[in-house]
């Protein structure tokens, strides 16, 4: 399985963004795809993620109001939607994807398979 993320960019706070990861090869129906951000000096963070069997949605507090996911089960894509963006949501954002349990949907290390990052920056 490849992951291919597409989106990110450049824009002002309160401004929206969508970010887009294609799976490409044959996937689990126990897939779960999720979303996560590095920024600068600081550890890679969980932001959301989807179980495509029960398309059980997981989001970080820090963005559940905000940000929103949805999927494409035809082409096996997961788009992010991002709201009301903020100076603090500025990081690059990765893709991974993996059989991986609801339970532990927000550990990156359960994921074997990770896009090459996208970079989203918010200015104020």
């Known amino acids: 399985v490849q992951l291919v993320e597409s989106g990110g960019g450049l824009v002002q706070a309160g401004g929206s963004l969508r970010l887009s990861c294609a799976a490409s090869?044959?996937?689990?129906?126990?897939?779960?795809m999720a979303w996560f951000r590095q920024a600068p000096g600081k550890e890679r963070e969980f932001v959301a993620a989807?179980?495509?069997?029960?398309?059980?949605?997981y989001y970080a507090d820090s963005v559940k109001d905000r940000f929103s996911l949805s999927a494409d089960a035809a082409k096996s894509t997961l788009t992010l939607q991002m709201n009301s963006l903020k100076p603090e949501d500025t990081a690059v954002y990765y893709c991974?994807?993996?059989?991986?349990?609801?339970?532990?949907?927000?550990?990156?290390?359960?994921?074997?398979?990770w896009g090459q990052g996208t970079q989203v920056t918010i200015s104020s």
């Open positions: 991974a994807g993996g059989v991986v349990s609801r339970l532990v949907v927000a550990i990156a290390r359960t994921y074997d398979t």
């Open positions: 989807l179980t495509w069997n029960s398309q059980g949605k």
């Open positions: 090869g044959r996937t689990s129906t126990h897939y779960t």
